[in-house]
């Protein structure tokens, strides 16, 4: 039997602690065999701006996410 596939995900935007994506997606993942992890790349207390997105998606690529949402909650 082979390891399920794994996924790294995430959500970049500003004020997202108290996102449900993450749950939301794990358990989906789950659902269908999938190792999925995602997180939150929450701008407020890394003390940066959506002026740093372009670092941030380089720094997420380095990283070996496979995907990223990008939010700005209001």
Do not use: C
Not at 32 to 46: K, T
């Amino acid at each position: 039997m082979s390891a399920p596939r794994s996924v790294l995900a995430g959500l970049i935007g500003a004020g997202i602690q108290a996102s449900r994506t993450p749950a939301l997606h794990e358990r989906e993942g789950d659902a269908q065999g999938i190792r999925y992890l995602y997180r939150l790349i929450d701008l407020d207390p890394l003390g940066k701006s959506a002026d740093d997105l372009e670092f941030l998606l380089a720094a997420a690529s380095d990283l070996g996410f496979t995907g990223l949402n990008v939010t700005f909650p209001g």
